[in-house]
């Protein structure tokens, strides 16, 4: 718990881009895979991408995929979720999550950034 910090959110409009980053205190950040999931209102949380160790392999709902694009630097142990071409459904609290295999279960979250779309 406490591992994970969420930072980059915010509100945009329709079509813009935004660009979110998670920072890990793990020390063993390079042996995770990592995720993004998020959260709407009234809604349950979903996954949206995740990424495999060395960054070689990544998964994405189909809903953002060529939209977004996940990313990490084990060097900087951060991991990031770039989003373009944002949609109103987009709008959600976005959660950064350690995994506990290559697009499994989150075994830890961060607190979660909130990213507004509007129309």
């Known amino acids: 718990q406490g591992q994970l910090v969420e930072s980059g959110g915010g509100l945009v409009q329709a079509g813009e881009s935004l660009r979110l980053a998670c920072t890990s205190r793990?020390?063993?950040?390079?042996?995770?895979?990592m995720g993004w999931f998020r959260q709407a209102p009234g809604k349950e949380r979903e996954f949206v991408a995740a990424?495999?160790?060395?960054?070689?392999?990544?998964t994405y709902l189909d809903s953002v995929k060529g939209r977004f694009t996940i990313s990490r630097d084990n060097a900087k142990k951060m991991v990031y979720l770039q989003m373009a071409s944002l949609k109103p459904e987009d709008t959600a609290v976005y959660y950064c999550?350690?995994?506990?295999?290559?697009?499994?279960?989150?075994?830890?979250w961060g607190q979660g950034t909130q990213v507004t779309v509007s129309s």
């Open positions: 999550a350690r995994l506990r295999s290559f697009g499994g279960s989150p075994a830890d």
């Open positions: 793990e020390t063993a950040f390079r042996s995770y895979e």
């Open positions: 990424i495999s160790k060395n960054g070689g392999s990544t």
